[in-house]
């Protein structure tokens, strides 16, 4: 298995923010990977959209492995990023990098998560932050919030989930590379760790994916590998009008993956206690 990275894009009616996207790849300082992108049921098939082809056959020319398929009707997230795992061609890519279709990354980001996951073999994911773009940012300083800082989990004896926060949307003053309990969406994972421990993104969550990365974040630290969030490492949002949302009920449904998610912590912890370097 190489060293190389398999990009995985799940799309949905977001072809200006995939534009955006696939414009920042090209200017990583990271340049060893390949692309799958997965068309999610769009309205206007991806293919449809010149600008698009020209980005993918940019990335061609400069040695990216491009693969490109289409579903009829919308998946869901967690199914759509199950079925880019599937069809990727690159299976021999020891990482996988699972990107959201609105985010912009800076030109280093890949590289940060990178350097990190091959400097420890326990390492399982790793990730940066999204804060949201186009929207007045307060910085928190990274003296002082502690280990965990907003990407915990804190289990009571029982199994309840009685603590859970997550970074979404906030921006740090500088660089500080942490053990966390959860990753936030644009990460980088070992693909032997979802193999070897048969992981995957379907968690019987609704086509909107609410808590997929909890769930994701928890398989893996049961799994005894380690989840490492860089604050440095940028992915900006860019909240998109339309796309995405694989449901129109979308609260109805992040009510019924919540609820989800709280039972099955709780069936696992019982189970298997808490994971390792977990309060």
Not at 75 to 93: F, H, Q, S
Not at 111 to 122: K, P, T
Not at 144 to 161: L, Q
Request: hydrophobic share 35%.
């Amino acid at each position: 298995m190489n060293n190389r990275i398999s990009i995985h894009i799940a799309n949905k009616d977001r072809s200006s923010e995939l534009a955006v996207l696939l414009s920042s790849l090209l200017r990583q300082t990271f340049q060893d990977f390949d692309v799958v992108i997965l068309d999610d049921g769009s309205g206007t098939p991806v293919s449809n959209f010149h600008f698009i082809q020209k980005l993918l056959t940019q990335l061609k020319i400069e040695g990216h492995g491009v693969h490109t398929e289409r579903q009829q009707y919308s998946y869901g997230v967690c199914k759509a990023r199950n079925l880019l795992l599937e069809i990727d061609p690159w299976k021999e890519n020891k990482y996988v990098l699972r990107l959201d279709d609105d985010v912009w990354l800076e030109p280093d980001y890949i590289q940060r998560l990178f350097d990190i996951a091959e400097s420890d073999e326990n390492i399982g994911i790793v990730s940066g932050i999204t804060p949201l773009l186009g929207t007045p940012q307060q910085s928190i300083d990274t003296k002082k919030f502690n280990t965990y800082f907003c990407n915990e989990i804190v289990f009571d004896d029982g199994g309840n989930i009685v603590r859970y926060g997550d970074d979404c949307g906030l921006l740090y003053t500088d660089s500080k590379i942490v053990i966390a309990h959860q990753f936030r969406s644009c990460a980088l994972i070992k693909r032997s760790v979802l193999d070897d421990n048969k992981i995957r993104y379907e968690l019987g969550l609704t086509n909107v994916g609410f808590r997929e990365e909890a769930f994701l974040s928890l398989r893996i630290a049961w799994a005894g590998m380690k989840c490492i969030v860089d604050t440095g490492a940028i992915a900006w949002h860019c909240p998109a009008s339309s796309g995405g949302c694989r449901n129109n009920d979308y609260q109805l449904c992040v009510n019924i993956d919540n609820e989800h998610f709280v039972k099955w912590s709780k069936k696992m912890f019982k189970e298997k206690g808490s994971p390792e370097g977990f309060k």
